[in-house]
């Protein structure tokens, strides 16, 4: 298989390869969070070059913590491996790297992966044809994933819809990631 830091398949719609490891690995793999795409400004997932964390990340700590987990406990990684210029391209960058995503997940074999933004869950709809609804729990090739709206502070609704997610489904993904 074709080693990410080799993949020539964005060549044109890319900033580049990220500096950073394309997995952060977290105390154990139960649960693996998948985001979007790498931030260029970044030296960590989670924080920007002064050291302070992201706004999404904050948010993404709050929903984990309803799990009692938290972001330094699980495994993350990106849909898209490499940074991304224009959100437009998103969608084909991350259909070039789904391959990959999925290499990454034989490997740490997580009980559960949460998905950030529509455009992973978008990838995955049409990698596997099939129906995804945000928010709902479906099992793929034998592992469980859980479809989430972006973290983003621009998206208000999608935060509450989140925390209402896991709330409602908070016994069913505690027994998944025991």
């Known amino acids: 298989m074709l080693e990410i830091k080799d993949c020539q398949r964005c060549k044109k719609l890319l900033l580049g390869l990220p500096k950073e490891p394309f997995i952060k690995h977290g105390k154990n ?3 693996l969070l998948v985001g979007e795409f790498p931030k260029t400004d970044s030296r960590d997932f989670f924080y920007n070059q002064d ?8 948010r993404l700590d709050e929903y984990l913590r309803l799990l ?4 330094e406990s699980i495994s993350f990684t990106e849909m898209c491996k490499c940074s991304v ?4 391209k998103l969608k084909e960058v991350a259909t070039n ?3 990959h995503l ?10 559960l992966v949460i998905t950030v933004g529509t455009i992973a869950m978008d990838v995955f709809i049409e990698e596997n044809k099939l129906q995804i609804i945000m928010g709902e729990t479906v099992r793929i090739d034998g592992y469980h994933y859980l479809p989430l709206y972006h973290p983003s502070p621009a998206n208000p609704v999608g935060h509450r819809k989140n925390i209402e997610i896991i709330t409602n489904n908070r016994k069913q993904l505690l027994s998944i990631i025991k």
């Open 29 to 31: 793999n139960k649960v």
């Open 51 to 58: 050291s302070r964390r992201y706004k999404s990340a904050e």
């Open 68 to 71: 009692d987990l938290s972001l």
């Open 85 to 88: 210029d224009d959100r437009k």
């Open 97 to 99: 790297c789904y391959k």
């Open 102 to 111: 999925i290499s990454q997940i034989e490997t740490l074999k997580p009980k």
